[in-house]
């Protein structure tokens, strides 16, 4: 079955420690994304790529590093600089049309804790 | 600027009818998406508008008025199962990527009693 992966689901981390969250995907899709969920908040786009070897920051991109050098994968670094990782992460993909619905499609998430 | 509103809770009775609505504002409109999000899990895309009027998809229907900025999520024949939170997003062309990037509200958690 076609989808996105998203491991680990659930990571513990320390204060001062890069972490890296990854995300695979088999739908052949060309762009992919990360987004932060936090309580009562929207999801914010972190990071973005359209095409392998190229992305671009999101709103958030502070703290955070990413890399495409496959297209299958985008996996995401939270940094020692991220002054407050503790949420849920999504990752995301989607064709890159240029028409019609053009859905994005979800990973299941991780969620990370930093003790 | 954008901005993308909906209420925060709303609470119905199992078979009922809810309408979630969504109220925006961005510079460069280019779909509405309502996504579906149970706690601790992934969304799921629901339905998409980009011309006025209204969609149906089973249960659930969606309409849009572009000039109003406005849309709504009708859910009918309530289930339990329906519990979550509704996200309504806004693909605006001035947001970056090849057909514009989601602008998402912060979410309706809906709960659904017996």
């Known amino acids: 079955d076609g989808g996105i992966t998203q491991s680990p689901k659930y990571l513990f981390r320390k204060e001062g420690q890069n972490v890296t969250l990854s995300c695979e995907q088999n739908?052949?899709?060309?762009?992919m994304y990360w987004y932060r969920q936090d309580p009562g908040q929207g999801l914010r786009l972190i990071y973005y790529?359209?095409?392998?070897?190229?992305?671009q920051k999101g709103d958030i991109a502070e703290g955070y590093s990413v890399s495409r050098e496959k297209k299958e994968s985008f996996p995401l670094t939270v940094t020692s600089a991220q002054k407050n990782p503790t949420a849920f992460y999504l990752c995301?993909?989607?064709?890159?049309?240029?028409?019609?619905?053009?859905?994005?499609?979800f990973g299941a998430g991780s969620r990370l804790t930093v003790l | 600027g954008q901005n993308i509103d909906q209420p925060t809770e709303m609470t119905a009775t199992e078979g009922a009818i809810v309408q979630i609505n969504c109220t925006y504002q961005?510079?460069?409109?280019?779909?509405l998406f309502w996504y579906q999000q149970h706690a601790g899990e992934a969304p799921t895309f629901l339905s998409y508008?980009?011309?006025?009027g209204l969609e149906e998809k089973g249960r659930f229907s969606s309409f849009l008025s572009r000039s109003k900025g406005y849309s709504y999520l009708l859910l009918k024949e309530l289930q339990m199962k329906d519990s979550a939170s509704y996200l309504c997003?806004?693909?605006?062309?001035?947001?970056?990527?090849?057909?514009?990037?989601?602008?998402f509200g912060k979410g309706t958690k809906l709960s659904v009693k017996p």
């Open positions: 995301a993909s989607k064709l890159r049309g240029t028409s019609g619905a053009n859905v994005l499609t």
């Open positions: 739908l052949n899709h060309d762009a």
């Open positions: 790529s359209q095409i392998v070897n190229d992305f």
């Open positions: 961005t510079s460069g409109f280019n779909g």
């Open positions: 508008n980009v011309l006025d």
């Open positions: 997003a806004v693909r605006d062309r001035e947001y970056g990527g090849s057909q514009g990037n989601l602008i």
